[in-house]
């Protein structure tokens, strides 16, 4: 899979680009593949095997409180009886 660095990108663009992102619940990366696929044409065809990435949407989206309360249901699963 080929790499490429974009340069100098206008503040303006790159604002567009994230605020799409965030929107679609995505990064940044994955946003512009998706832009540059639909200003080719080619969106809805396959250029790469799917890569699963199922939990990538809930990465760092959980308050402290909410950590610290999942940890806590997990520690209560786990002992033994």
Do not use: N, Y
Request: with cysteine.
């Amino acid at each position: 899979m080929k790499t490429v660095t974009v340069r100098q990108i206008p503040p303006a663009l790159a604002r567009a680009i994230e605020e799409r992102a965030r929107r679609r619940h995505s990064s940044v990366s994955k946003t512009v593949l998706a832009l540059l696929e639909e200003a080719a044409g080619l969106v809805g065809h396959k250029s790469a095997p799917a890569r699963h990435h199922d939990l990538d949407e809930l990465a760092s989206t959980w308050t402290r409180r909410e950590a610290k309360e999942f940890d806590r249901a997990l520690r209560a699963q786990r002992r033994l009886c």
